[in-house]
């Protein structure tokens, strides 16, 4: 069954909503200083370590060998953190994952909740079915708050208010803070102290929080929290009922596991060699930190990913948002264009797969959202290979509105360039005319120049049709 | 008899396996990264990569511990210092009230405190982290968590040089909190800034 959530309602296609982004000088300073500062910090923190490669190649397997016997691992997991005191719920999908919340909630007798920055209950809309039954959930994350209290959306999975500048974020403090002092200057110190005072009451008085996870370990019941502020901490570790909301896609096999993604993490997100925080904790402890722990193993359309031979590779996504950092779309349009709490490069192949319906305009235009670079590629620390999935997903979109097989869709379109002289001109120089070599959507070896790129690795088949010109022809 | 529990979990592994199929990837993990790498000196690794989190370190011999430690307090100008039921009595210097957590401290005590000290698990030089799993020395999370300032002590043998030799020396079904610096935020401009909810000043005193 399909995921629900995930996209805005209303959202138009990629290529409406990026026109608007386009024309929107402020929003893009914003994203290229933001961007390109980071793109250079990770690609310090990453060259730190000699053996980059061999983890990212590790970590691909580790998450590899969660998903092939995915089932196995989250019966131990719900096995384990049973067994340690905490209660496992399971949700097929966004309503069901909402509706648990919501009466664990009620039974704690809570009528506000903190929570911790999480993408799944972004992605299931928690915060609105939260409202709709009474109860107020209270971001704690920065740049959750800052999304928050400008009633905006976020456009980036790790710094939701990513489109936000220093002095934007300074005048929605002023205007939604009430302790906010109207001296307050737009120095990040300043900013980012008005946050704590703002919240600590809460935190020090707060019953019942939500969280994420990043990681949950199989064979332990232990689940792991990966964060900067220390709002995570509070939530994990101050209220007496703790409910996680987690995709199934989140457990790895063993605790020995985070050696690996503990190190791939936070170099790739903030390019630090390690996040301020990390938590983790398995059940319940007595008289350390919440007396009862729920978690929620949320469906919600990654089984149908899963079921995708080449799509599934997106469940091994971390969120480390590296991907969108180094996107040359992304650093253009921004993360709202996407219409879904997954923007950029991960979004363009995750987003379509969690709600696995091609003849929606908005969800099919997603995977033309990219220039097919590589960039996202290279940076991925968990080796997803974007572009070979927007490949493959543009041939499912070709596929659904033609009713055809994909290969009689890429054959098709093979035809389309064919057929005009300036089109196949235009393809030739854009490259794309190496589809015609490729087996199954894969170069592994080309001519020079392209050889020294194929010697290092197989790169993706160039797309049938070029972000640029699948825009040109689409847009209006 | 619908147990919407029941017909979810099993739905979902139903799901799962049909979505894997019979025949199931065999995946081999690639272990041939480094679980140890070469450091000269670990613990004046860790000093310098903890004080590249602004934080404050220093390195003291054993004996000089008690004055570091009142040393650092003095310049703070601390009046109220928590620290876990088993805090070493030479730890406690004198000129300030120590609160221990035992009975436990209520939120609005810890709140008031100016301070905690703590010992902790493990070290990792490389990233500069301190790990606590609320072992000898520690206590509860909460008490490293709200007070403003943490004084953490390390000794030199809980230094590694590596996240994976640390994961080897830790109980992962202990609570753990590994903390690399003062509490930060990297949602302005992507760009890391001290101070947001965890303690804003961490200083680690390295005991060889
Ligand atoms: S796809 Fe890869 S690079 Fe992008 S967020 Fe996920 S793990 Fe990071």
Same mark, same amino acid.
């Given at each position: 069954?399909?995921g629900t959530g995930v996209?805005?309602l209303?959202?138009?296609?990629?290529?409406?909503?990026?026109?608007?982004?386009?024309?929107?000088?402020?929003?893009?300073?914003?994203?290229?200083?933001?961007?390109?500062?980071?793109?250079?910090?990770?690609?310090?923190?990453?060259?730190?370590?000699?053996?980059?490669?061999?983890?990212?190649?590790?970590?691909?397997?580790?998450?590899?060998?969660?998903?092939?016997?995915?089932?196995?691992?989250?019966?131990?997991?719900?096995?384990?953190?049973?067994?340690?005191?905490?209660?496992?719920h399971w949700a097929r999908d966004a309503d069901e994952a909402n509706a648990i919340v919501l009466r664990l909630v009620r039974a704690?007798?809570a009528?506000?909740v903190?929570k911790?920055?999480s993408m799944a209950t972004a992605e299931i809309g928690l915060n609105e079915a939260l409202l709709a039954g009474g109860v107020r959930p209270?971001?704690?994350?920065?740049?959750?708050?800052?999304?928050?209290?400008?009633?905006?959306?976020?456009?980036?999975?790790?710094?939701?208010?990513?489109?936000?500048?220093?002095?934007?974020?300074?005048?929605?403090?002023?205007?939604?803070?009430?302790?906010?002092?109207?001296?307050?200057?737009?120095?990040?110190?300043?900013?980012?102290?008005?946050?704590?005072?703002?919240?600590?009451?809460?935190?020090?008085?707060?019953?019942v929080?939500v969280s994420g996870?990043?990681?949950?370990?199989?064979?332990?019941?232990?689940?792991?929290?990966?964060?900067?502020?220390?709002?995570?901490?509070?939530?994990?570790?101050?209220?007496?009922?703790?409910i996680t909301v987690m995709g199934?896609?989140?457990?790895?096999?063993?605790?020995?596991?985070?050696?690996?993604?503990?190190?791939?993490?936070?170099?790739?997100?903030?390019?630090?060699?390690?996040?301020?925080?990390?938590?983790?904790?398995?059940?319940?402890?007595?008289?350390?930190?919440?007396?009862?722990?729920h978690l929620v193993l949320l469906d919600n359309g990654?089984?149908?990913?899963?079921?995708?031979?080449?799509?599934?590779?997106?469940?091994?996504?971390?969120?480390?948002?590296?991907?969108?950092?180094?996107?040359?779309?992304?650093?253009?349009?921004?993360?709202?264009?996407?219409?879904?709490v997954?923007?950029?490069?991960?979004?363009?192949?995750?987003?379509?797969?969690?709600?696995?319906?091609?003849?929606?305009?908005?969800?099919?235009?997603?995977?033309?959202?990219?220039?097919?670079?590589?960039?996202?590629?290279?940076?991925?620390?968990?080796?997803?290979?974007?572009?070979?999935?927007?490949?493959?997903?543009?041939?499912?979109?070709?596929?659904?509105? &033609?009713?055809?097989?994909?290969?009689?869709?890429?054959?098709?379109?093979?035809?389309?360039?064919?057929?005009?002289?300036?089109?196949?001109?235009?393809?030739?120089?854009?490259?794309?005319?190496?589809?015609?070599?490729?087996?199954?959507?894969?170069?592994?070896?080309?001519?020079?120049?392209? &050889?020294?790129?194929?010697?290092?690795?197989?790169?993706?088949?160039?797309?049938?049709?070029?972000?640029?010109?699948?825009?040109?022809?689409?847009?209006? | 008899?619908?147990?919407p529990h029941?017909?979810a979990?099993?739905?979902?592994?139903?799901?799962?396996?049909?979505?894997?199929?019979?025949?199931?990837?065999?995946?081999?993990?690639?272990?041939?990264?480094?679980?140890?790498?070469?450091?000269?000196?670990?613990?004046?690794?860790?000093?310098?990569?903890?004080?590249?989190?602004?934080?404050?370190?220093?390195?003291?011999?054993?004996?000089?511990?008690?004055?570091?430690?009142?040393?650092?307090?003095?310049?703070?100008?601390?009046?109220?210092?928590?620290?876990?039921?088993?805090?070493?009595?030479?730890?406690?210097?004198?000129?300030?009230?120590?609160?221990?957590?035992?009975?436990?401290?209520?939120?609005?005590?810890?709140?008031?405190?100016?301070?905690?000290?703590?010992?902790?698990?493990?070290?990792?030089?490389?990233?500069?982290?301190?790990?606590?799993?609320?072992?000898?020395?520690?206590?509860?999370?909460?008490?490293?968590?709200?007070?403003?300032?943490?004084?953490?002590?390390?000794?030199?043998?809980?230094?590694? @040089?590596?996240?994976?030799?640390?994961?080897?020396?830790?109980?992962?079904?202990?609570?753990?909190?590994?903390?690399? @610096?003062?509490?930060?935020?990297?949602?302005?401009?992507?760009?890391?800034?001290? @101070?947001?909810?965890?303690?804003?000043?961490?200083?680690?005193?390295?005991?060889?």
């Amino acid at each position: 069954m399909a995921g629900t959530g995930v996209t805005w309602l209303g959202t138009p296609t990629f290529p409406k909503a990026a026109r608007a982004a386009l024309g929107d000088t402020q929003l893009r300073r914003n994203l290229r200083k933001a961007t390109h500062t980071i793109r250079d910090k990770r690609a310090a923190a990453v060259a730190e370590l000699a053996d980059w490669e061999r983890l990212r190649a590790a970590g691909a397997a580790i998450k590899d060998s969660a998903l092939a016997n995915l089932d196995v691992h989250l019966e131990r997991l719900e096995a384990a953190v049973t067994a340690r005191g905490g209660v496992v719920h399971w949700a097929r999908d966004a309503d069901e994952a909402n509706a648990i919340v919501l009466r664990l909630v009620r039974a704690a007798g809570a009528d506000e909740v903190v929570k911790v920055k999480s993408m799944a209950t972004a992605e299931i809309g928690l915060n609105e079915a939260l409202l709709a039954g009474g109860v107020r959930p209270v971001e704690t994350d920065l740049a959750e708050l800052i999304v928050q209290l400008g009633r905006d959306r976020p456009s980036h999975i790790l710094v939701p208010a990513i489109h936000r500048n220093r002095a934007e974020i300074r005048e929605i403090f002023r205007r939604e803070m009430p302790s906010a002092s109207p001296g307050l200057t737009d120095d990040p110190r300043e900013l980012a102290d008005a946050a704590r005072h703002h919240l600590r009451l809460k935190f020090l008085s707060a019953r019942v929080a939500v969280s994420g996870a990043n990681f949950a370990v199989a064979d332990t019941g232990s689940v792991v929290v990966v964060e900067s502020e220390g709002n995570g901490r509070m939530c994990l570790t101050l209220p007496e009922t703790l409910i996680t909301v987690m995709g199934i896609e989140k457990v790895v096999p063993s605790w020995r596991d985070l050696e690996v993604l503990l190190q791939l993490l936070p170099r790739s997100s903030t390019a630090e060699r390690m996040n301020p925080y990390t938590s983790v904790w398995t059940g319940v402890t007595p008289g350390d930190g919440p007396r009862h722990f729920h978690l929620v193993l949320l469906d919600n359309g990654r089984t149908d990913a899963l079921a995708d031979e080449v799509g599934r590779q997106a469940l091994r996504c971390i969120r480390c948002s590296a991907c969108l950092n180094s996107c040359p779309v992304y650093e253009r349009t921004g993360g709202q264009a996407y219409g879904s709490v997954y923007p950029g490069p991960i979004g363009a192949i995750l987003t379509p797969q969690l709600l696995g319906d091609l003849s929606d305009p908005q969800q099919a235009s997603l995977p033309y959202a990219s220039s097919l670079c590589g960039a996202c590629f290279e940076v991925c620390p968990v080796r997803i290979d974007i572009p070979r999935v927007l490949v493959h997903l543009r041939s499912k979109v070709v596929a659904a509105k &033609s009713g055809a097989s994909p290969e009689a869709a890429a054959m098709a379109a093979l035809g389309w360039i064919m057929r005009d002289p300036r089109r196949f001109e235009a393809a030739q120089r854009a490259g794309s005319l190496a589809r015609l070599l490729a087996r199954q959507g894969r170069i592994s070896r080309l001519p020079w120049p392209g &050889s020294r790129w194929t010697s290092a690795r197989d790169v993706p088949a160039p797309p049938r049709e070029s972000f640029r010109a699948w825009w040109r022809r689409t847009r209006g | 008899m619908a147990d919407p529990h029941a017909s979810a979990r099993s739905e979902v592994l139903g799901r799962i396996r049909a979505a894997i199929g019979p025949d199931r990837p065999r995946v081999r993990i690639p272990r041939d990264y480094d679980a140890r790498r070469e450091h000269r000196d670990v613990v004046e690794l860790l000093a310098r990569r903890v004080a590249g989190y602004r934080a404050v370190v220093r390195r003291v011999a054993s004996a000089d511990l008690p004055d570091a430690v009142g040393t650092l307090l003095t310049r703070r100008r601390v009046r109220i210092m928590l620290g876990p039921t088993d805090l070493p009595e030479e730890w406690r210097v004198p000129d300030v009230e120590w609160h221990l957590d035992d009975p436990p401290l209520t939120v609005e005590q810890l709140d008031r405190a100016d301070g905690v000290l703590t010992g902790c698990a493990v070290a990792i030089a490389e990233t500069g982290t301190v790990v606590l799993d609320a072992g000898a020395t520690q206590g509860r999370r909460a008490l490293t968590l709200v007070p403003d300032y943490h004084l953490c002590v390390v000794r030199a043998d809980q230094v590694v @040089g590596t996240v994976p030799e640390a994961l080897a020396r830790l109980d992962p079904v202990r609570p753990l909190t590994f903390v690399s @610096g003062p509490s930060a935020t990297s949602d302005i401009e992507l760009d890391r800034v001290e @101070g947001v909810h965890g303690p804003r000043a961490l200083e680690v005193l390295i005991v060889s």
